[in-house]
Structures are given as C-alpha cells and as structure tokens.
Nanobody, 125 residues
Framework: QVQLVESGGGLVQAGGSLRLSCAAS????????MGWFRQAPGKERDFVAT????????DYADSVKGRFTISRDNAKNTVYLQMNSLKPEDTAVYYC??????????????????WGQGTQVTVSS
C-alpha cells in the first residue's frame, strides 16, 4: 500500500517555474515506479511523466519534454516534478500516482491504482 500527498502547486506567470512534491508513505515506496498526471477542466487525465524505482529511467509526454523533470529521493519517500518554462496550457490539477504492479513504463492512468488528492497549477498569460 502506498499513500500519496502532493504539494507545491500555485499560480505562476507564463515562463515561470514550479516544483511539485509528492510525499509517499508505505514501506514499499522505493520499489515502485511513480508517475505524474494532470487533468484540465473538461478534459481527461493525461500522462505527464514517469520514473523507475531507481530513478534511472524516465519518460515524458511530448508536450512537456525539455521543460519538465521528474526525480525522486527514496530516502525521503518523495517524488518531484520540476516544471520550467510554464505555459497557460499547463494549467491543470496535477496528480502523482503509483502503478498497481509497481512496474515502470506505463503511460495509462488505468494501470495506476494509488493516487494523491491533486494540486492545482495555474499559469497566467
């Protein structure tokens, strides 16, 4: 079992940066891949990034590649999403998630069984 709590969202101007954090509880955190998703109003929940349990493998949606960086600190049971060069279209509720299997590689939200409550990111133009 993994419990997740996101923080770090807020209002930022276009071109600015934010860093989201996701604190996890549960002894198995370090053995799980982790992911970030986002959901804008009236839209489906979209994949943003994922990272393997060791941090050695990472995958990003094309829309954020080169601007966002996912990382983790297993000693702190925390995964991060550094977001740079933010755009108004990045506005959404951002969720961290862990896959049910714990395995790395999925971009499908249906394969993630553990979710945080979400944190709002708003980028003004």
């Amino acid at each position: 079992q993994v419990q997740l709590v996101e923080s770090g969202g807020g209002l930022v101007q276009a071109g600015g940066s934010l860093r989201l954090s996701c604190a996890a509880s549960g002894r198995t955190f370090s053995s799980y891949a982790m992911g970030w998703f986002r959901q804008a109003p009236g839209k489906e929940r979209d994949f943003v990034a994922t990272i393997s349990w060791s941090g050695g493998s990472r995958d990003y949606a094309d829309s954020v590649k080169g601007r966002f960086t996912i990382s983790r600190d297993n000693a702190k049971n925390t995964v991060y999403l550094q977001m740079n060069s933010l755009k108004p279209e990045d506005t959404a509720v951002y969720y961290c998630a862990a896959p049910v299997s714990g395995a790395y590689g999925s971009r499908w939200s249906s394969e993630y069984g553990y979710w945080g409550q979400g944190t709002q990111v708003t980028v003004s133009s």
